[in-house]
């Protein structure tokens, strides 16, 4: 392997059939970016549809008083928020139209983003409601809270409001990195609860949602696509999938300290139609491991019967996997990520990855269809005992034509910071190992800190944003 000099890879100009084939990604892109926009628009446009609900019962004629102003505005945040959290569970789904559209990251980003104003809309819509009811009343709070406490489905209201405040709040980033993803994962059960709990009192209160109304069954179709899609596409797809693929746990390979390869066998693993680059939520069926689930990347294209993960010992889960006895049933969901050859939009190819982020690259480059000199590829490593699956990718870029580099070491404590001192100091630098950059796709993985710096950086040399793609796994 070379080490990351200052050396220039050796490229070869383009064909007419790579010209055509960047063609044909570029527009594939722009397809998507469409379909993405698209999307967008049609979840931030279905919380405006939400509010004229409130217009459509003649809301606009309640805005007379004071009190019926602070009242109609309590039912239209409320309308909003709950418009918001479904959006919310319908892209937490994994839907398959969502994903190929935006990718799972861009999704759970998006789901995000949607969290904390759906939580200030439904906490500004139970004190507005109060302070609208008291006034109306004239009551004072404490009289106005206990009377709506007395009201038929209320309770479960106010339930369903404390179990959101948990969900979001442990959304935070802050607070996220405090959990494992399993503890994550049963708080987040609760936001189903708390959305169904919402339901009996939107449908018994006020005349918004009135029986009869068109109203009411736009509601209940908001609830039935929601709900709907998390039944779908979280329990009963994977289960047929998994069911129809019957994964078992093949050999437990140890390919360096605290990381193992497992190798599992199954059924018309093709019929997945996975990519490379793309990743699984996998759960192996033990008495120490079935409780919880890892989303993990293929390190190889899956055959027809044969598939391969890559696991590094990051904690208590991962590393009771190293420990999985032969013939151990797995189930999974996915795959998902747009991590994958599909995103490309570029003629050429770069791929920086460090540690076990290499997992998803080695798959990517194997499952890439590449001229000779169209990739470029460096490997990160902080000591030779982390260059994990190197001899596979080395194998692979000399059968594909694409040069490769290393950098191992101490992380440089001067620019470029993600990449190992030595090389640092003798003035490597991005644009030395990857001299066809802005005609590149850029594919980053990594630690979640390292891949951040990269990231950074590349996006500092003026490349489009949407030639960058980094895999976070994100829950």
Same mark, same amino acid.
């Given at each position: 392997?070379?080490?990351?000099?200052?050396?220039?890879?050796?490229?070869?100009?383009?064909?007419?059939?790579?010209?055509?084939?960047?063609?044909?990604?570029?527009?594939?892109?722009?397809?998507?970016?469409?379909?993405?926009?698209?999307?967008?628009?049609?979840?931030?446009?279905?919380?405006?549809?939400?509010?004229?609900?409130?217009?459509?019962?003649?809301?606009?004629?309640?805005?007379?008083?004071?009190?019926?102003?602070?009242?109609?505005?309590?039912?239209?945040?409320?309308?909003?928020?709950?418009?918001?959290?479904?959006?919310?569970?319908?892209?937490?789904?994994?839907?398959?139209?969502?994903?190929?559209?935006?990718?799972?990251?861009?999704?759970?980003?998006?789901?995000?983003?949607?969290?904390?104003?759906?939580?200030?809309?439904?906490?500004?819509?139970?004190?507005?409601?109060?302070?609208?009811?008291?006034?109306?009343?004239?009551?004072?709070?404490?009289?106005?809270?206990?009377?709506?406490?007395?009201?038929?489905?209320?309770?479960?209201?106010?339930?369903?409001?404390?179990?959101?405040?948990?969900?979001?709040?442990?959304?935070?980033?802050?607070?996220?990195?405090?959990?494992?993803?399993?503890?994550?994962?049963?708080?987040?059960?609760?936001?189903?609860?708390?959305?169904?709990?919402?339901?009996?009192?939107?449908?018994?209160?006020?005349?918004?949602?009135?029986?009869?109304?068109?109203?009411?069954?736009?509601?209940?179709?908001?609830?039935?696509?929601?709900?709907?899609?998390?039944?779908?596409?979280?329990?009963?797809?994977?289960?047929?999938?998994?069911?129809?693929?019957?994964?078992?746990?093949?050999?437990?390979?140890?390919?360096?300290?605290?990381?193992?390869?497992?190798?599992?066998? &199954?059924?018309?693993?093709? /019929?997945?139609?996975?990519?490379?680059?793309?990743?699984?939520?996998?759960?192996?069926?033990?008495?120490?491991?079935?409780?919880?689930?890892?989303?993990?990347?293929?390190?190889?294209?899956?055959?027809?019967?044969?598939?391969?993960?890559?696991?590094?010992?990051?904690?208590?889960?991962?590393?009771?996997? &190293?420990?999985?006895?032969?013939?151990?049933?797995?189930?999974?969901?996915?795959?998902?990520?747009?991590?994958?050859?599909?995103?490309?939009?570029?003629?050429?190819?770069?791929?920086?990855?460090?540690?076990?982020?290499?997992?998803?690259?080695?798959?990517?480059?194997?499952?890439?269809?590449?001229?000779?000199?169209?990739?470029?590829?460096?490997?990160?490593?902080?000591?030779?005992?982390?260059?994990?699956?190197?001899?596979?990718?080395?194998?692979?870029?000399?059968?594909? &034509?694409?040069?490769?580099?290393?950098?191992?070491?101490?992380?440089?404590?001067?620019?470029?910071?993600?990449?190992?001192?030595?090389?640092?100091?003798?003035?490597?630098?991005?644009?030395?190992?990857?001299?066809?950059?802005?005609?590149?796709?850029?594919?980053?993985?990594?630690?979640?800190?390292?891949?951040?710096?990269?990231? /950074?950086?590349?996006?500092?040399?003026?490349?489009?944003?949407?030639?960058?793609?980094?895999?976070?796994?994100?829950?």
């Amino acid at each position: 392997m070379a080490s990351a000099t200052a050396k220039r890879a050796a490229t070869l100009p383009t064909t007419v059939s790579a010209a055509r084939s960047a063609a044909s990604r570029r527009s594939s892109y722009r397809r998507r970016a469409i379909r993405s926009d698209l999307l967008v628009i049609g979840f931030w446009a279905s919380g405006a549809l939400a509010a004229a609900l409130y217009l459509l019962t003649g809301g606009a004629k309640l805005f007379s008083t004071p009190a019926a102003i602070v009242t109609s505005l309590g039912i239209v945040t409320g309308l909003i928020g709950t418009d918001f959290i479904l959006a919310m569970l319908v892209l937490a789904a994994r839907v398959p139209a969502i994903d190929s559209a935006i990718g799972h990251d861009r999704a759970m980003a998006l789901h995000r983003a949607l969290g904390k104003p759906a939580l200030y809309l439904i906490l500004a819509h139970a004190v507005l409601l109060l302070l609208g009811y008291a006034a109306t009343a004239h009551v004072d709070l404490v009289a106005q809270t206990v009377s709506l406490w007395n009201t038929p489905d209320m309770p479960i209201a106010f339930l369903g409001t404390g179990l959101l405040i948990a969900v979001v709040v442990t959304s935070l980033v802050a607070v996220r990195r405090k959990f494992s993803y399993e503890a994550w994962h049963i708080v987040h059960l609760l936001s189903y609860a708390a959305v169904l709990f919402a339901l009996p009192h939107q449908l018994s209160v006020g005349g918004v949602l009135a029986q009869g109304t068109a109203q009411r069954v736009y509601w209940i179709a908001l609830y039935v696509l929601a709900l709907g899609s998390i039944i779908t596409f979280r329990f009963v797809e994977p289960v047929v999938s998994t069911l129809r693929h019957r994964l078992r746990v093949d050999l437990v390979e140890k390919i360096a300290p605290g990381v193992v390869s497992i190798h599992l066998r &199954g059924n018309s693993l093709r /019929a997945l139609e996975s990519s490379g680059g793309q990743f699984f939520v996998w759960r192996f069926w033990t008495p120490r491991t079935w409780w919880h689930a890892h989303p993990i990347s293929l390190s190889a294209v899956p055959t027809d019967s044969a598939a391969r993960i890559t696991v590094r010992d990051l904690g208590t889960g991962s590393k009771q996997l &190293g420990r999985v006895p032969r013939g151990t049933f797995v189930s999974f969901e996915g795959p998902y990520g747009l991590f994958t050859d599909a995103a490309r939009t570029a003629p050429k190819l770069a791929i920086i990855a460090a540690g076990i982020g290499i997992t998803p690259v080695r798959a990517l480059l194997e499952h890439s269809t590449l001229g000779p000199g169209e990739a470029t590829i460096l490997l990160r490593a902080s000591t030779e005992d982390e260059t994990y699956l190197w001899d596979e990718m080395q194998e692979l870029a000399t059968s594909k &034509g694409a040069k490769l580099y290393t950098t191992i070491g101490p992380r440089s404590r001067r620019a470029p910071q993600w990449m190992a001192s030595a090389d640092a100091s003798r003035g490597v630098t991005l644009r030395s190992i990857f001299p066809w950059l802005n005609d590149s796709d850029v594919f980053i993985c990594g630690p979640q800190a390292w891949t951040d710096l990269v990231e /950074a950086e590349v996006l500092r040399s003026g490349i489009n944003a949407h030639q960058v793609h980094t895999e976070r796994f994100d829950w």
